[in-house]
């Protein structure tokens, strides 16, 4: 078994994207620019807002943060929105969810200039990735992407199984995957499939993105699989400093022993996520998928 590790990878990444930006910045172009809209005081968002802020820093981009009152109006907001979309000094910018209950998430997102729209949520990057035309690829399936190919994990035809169909893993994951290139069989699991069992039994490749801590068990795997824990459910615990731990959608202690490949929880999968919006506005400050 061999443990994927998710921060070896991220730091190998971030140094390449380094490289680029300091070779955009010696041919006279500006560093790539990232903003951040947080709307409110969810402690988590703030977290997860000031890790980009410290990744952008440690590539080379100029990162803001536009911080609104939780009383913001969704008109105001969508305002901001426009300004942004407009601003040649900004490559692309997120809006960090989740979003307090009287501002449609939906309107927000597609409110995004798609050109600008680094986390790839935007139905027009959405529906450019499925038809396997240039896109900013959503962070986790980006992340999973390059997990793979940094162990030179083999796809082709292989029987890949997504466990969860979520908007922004489960669905793009499994449509990234069947695609040319990657080439695998894929099956999507959830909460209404008969025989999940049996059909994560199969699998050469596991997905599991569902959002139940531990539900992958070892007799759900083929002995030799790969398997990828995209789960982070947040626990009391009186062992850690901070007060909680995170666990995983894979029972790890038994699952790994069969594995030929799995990531940890933490070290795996997360460390990706931010590497991909960083290479998601790299390519937005070059240009690359829109022109
Ligand atoms: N909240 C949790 N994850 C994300 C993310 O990837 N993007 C945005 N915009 N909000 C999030």
Same mark, same amino acid.
Request: hydrophobic share 40%; proline share 5%; with cysteine.
């Given at each position: 078994?061999?443990?994927?590790?998710?921060?070896?990878?991220?730091?190998?990444?971030?140094?390449?994207?380094?490289?680029?930006?300091?070779?955009?910045?010696?041919?006279?172009?500006?560093?790539?620019?990232?903003?951040?809209?947080?709307?409110?005081?969810?402690?988590?968002?703030?977290?997860?807002?000031?890790?980009?802020?410290?990744?952008?820093?440690?590539?080379?981009?100029?990162?803001?943060?536009?911080?609104?009152?939780?009383?913001?109006?969704?008109?105001?907001?969508?305002?901001?929105?426009?300004?942004?979309?407009?601003?040649?000094?900004?490559?692309?910018?997120?809006?960090?969810?989740?979003?307090?209950?009287?501002?449609?998430?939906?309107?927000?997102?597609? !409110?995004?200039?798609? &050109? +600008?729209? $680094?986390?790839?949520?935007?139905?027009?990057?959405? #529906? =450019?990735? @499925?038809?396997? %035309?240039?896109?900013?690829?959503?962070?986790?399936?980006?992340?999973?992407?390059?997990?793979?190919?940094?162990?030179?994990? !083999?796809?082709?035809? &292989? +029987?890949? $199984?997504?466990?969860?169909?979520?908007?922004?893993? #489960? =669905?793009? @994951?499994?449509? %990234?995957?069947?695609?040319?290139?990657?080439?695998?069989?894929?099956?999507?699991?959830?909460?209404?499939?008969?025989?999940?069992?049996?059909?994560?039994?199969?699998?050469?490749?596991?997905?599991?993105?569902?959002?139940?801590?531990?539900?992958?068990?070892?007799?759900?795997?083929?002995?030799?699989?790969?398997?990828?824990?995209?789960?982070?459910?947040?626990?009391?615990?009186?062992?850690?400093?901070?007060?909680?731990?995170?666990?995983?959608?894979?029972?790890?202690?038994?699952?790994?022993?069969?594995?030929?490949?799995?990531?940890?929880?933490?070290?795996?999968?997360?460390?990706?996520?931010?590497?991909?919006?960083?290479?998601?506005?790299?390519?937005?400050?070059?240009?690359?998928?829109?022109?």
């Amino acid at each position: 078994m061999e443990l994927i590790k998710g921060e070896e990878v991220a730091d190998s990444l971030k140094a390449d994207i380094s490289k680029e930006v300091r070779k955009l910045i010696d041919a006279g172009q500006r560093a790539p620019h990232l903003v951040a809209i947080l709307v409110g005081n969810d402690g988590a968002s703030h977290t997860y807002v000031g890790h980009k802020e410290k990744c952008c820093n440690e590539c080379g981009f100029r990162s803001s943060v536009l911080k609104f009152d939780e009383n913001i109006s969704e008109e105001e907001l969508l305002q901001e929105i426009e300004k942004l979309n407009n601003d040649n000094s900004v490559d692309g910018f997120i809006v960090q969810l989740p979003l307090p209950k009287h501002i449609s998430e939906q309107k927000v997102t597609e !409110a995004i200039d798609p &050109k +600008k729209d $680094v986390d790839g949520f935007h139905p027009v990057n959405t #529906g =450019r990735m @499925i038809n396997g %035309l240039p896109s900013y690829l959503p962070a986790t399936p980006d992340g999973i992407l390059e997990l793979l190919k940094y162990y030179n994990i !083999a796809t082709a035809g &292989k +029987k890949c $199984v997504v466990i969860g169909r979520s908007n922004i893993v #489960g =669905r793009p @994951i499994a449509n %990234l995957l069947f695609q040319k290139g990657w080439d695998c069989t894929v099956t999507i699991c959830h909460s209404r499939t008969a025989n999940l069992k049996e059909e994560v039994a199969q699998a050469d490749i596991i997905i599991a993105a569902l959002g139940i801590a531990q539900f992958v068990t070892a007799d759900m795997v083929k002995e030799g699989a790969v398997v990828i824990d995209v789960g982070i459910t947040r626990i009391p615990s009186d062992k850690t400093k901070s007060g909680w731990k995170l666990l995983g959608d894979v029972k790890f202690d038994e699952v790994a022993p069969k594995c030929s490949y799995i990531t940890p929880v933490p070290g795996g999968v997360g460390p990706m996520t931010i590497i991909s919006l960083m290479k998601n506005t790299l390519k937005a400050a070059k240009k690359e998928i829109y022109g």
